[in-house]
């Protein structure tokens, strides 16, 4: 009977093990790997810019981080297309973010220009990353709040960081283009009053068009939508920095019209719950 004993104990033991190890090395859908994949695909982008910065391969640093910008722009799609979301996703992209578009620019504009003025320099450059995270830890808890109006998904608030870290190297883009931004103590002046002006937009409350809205593509405007992006894509491998600056400009330039088109959606916003609790006062009177 001892020996009997021990043999169950034994067994149930060994279940009890084969438990813990099945739910220890429990299999994870590619659904969710592949999302986090690009993620870190895209920290590996940021790190490897901040490296080339610091070698003062200052383009080839900047081609980096707008890459990074790009597959940040990915990640999020293909886990909404593989239902693939994770709240782990959503904190190491968060992380991403931060390194990508805080760090990684902040150390790129301080050693292409901004050292020029050592202490004023790489005060604007610290403001820049700072006004990254608090952009990110903002969008992090408005994400969550389920009294959002659903076109308030049409607008950021404030310039998101991906955004602002492509805006804050517009000087490097005129640099190596054909304009060829000149050099001086001037300029780096310049250059941190403008470093500083875009932390100001990322940590403001200025509505910003998210793009978010922009999914299928009608069939009859298929073939030219795939025109167009072809030819923007050669466009980019054959003039980057004209491309980036012209992209650049266009984008600050939509600030006023969305602005604007914040402001009328708010306005019938309250036009419309002033309506609804009229017709509810009349309704018990």
Partial sequence: MGIEQDGTGMEAEGAAFAGR????????????????LVTLLAICLGLTAIRFAAEAKFEMA???????????????????????????????DSLADFVDFGVAPAFLL???????????????AMV???????????????????????????????????????CAMLPIY???????????????????AY????????????PHFSGKQMGRVPRDYFIPVLFAVA???LLLATFPMEVLVALTIGYLGMLPISYRRHQALTRADEAASAALLASENARKA
């Fill in 21 to 36: 190890r099945k739910r220890r090395f429990s299999r994870i859908p590619m659904r969710i790997v592949l999302p986090n």
């Fill in 62 to 92: 900047a081609v980096f981080i707008v890459g990074a910008a790009v597959l940040d722009g990915l990640d999020g799609r293909l886990a909404r297309a593989l239902d693939g979301a994770s709240r782990f996703g959503a904190e190491l």
């Fill in 110 to 124: 301080y050693f292409w220009s901004l050292h020029q003025a050592p202490s004023l320099g790489w005060f604007a």
């Fill in 128 to 166: 820049f990353a700072i006004a990254a995270a608090l952009r990110l830890a903002r969008f992090n808890v408005m994400i969550d709040d389920p009294n959002k109006p659903a076109w308030h998904a049409q607008f950021f608030v404030g310039m998101p960081a991906p955004a602002g870290a492509i």
């Fill in 174 to 192: 005129l640099k190596y283009s054909f304009v060829g931004m000149p050099d001086g103590r001037i300029f780096t002046f310049l250059e941190i």
């Fill in 195 to 206: 470093v500083i002006a875009v932390a100001f937009l990322m940590v403001s409350r200025i």
């Fill in 231 to 233: 030819a923007f894509v």
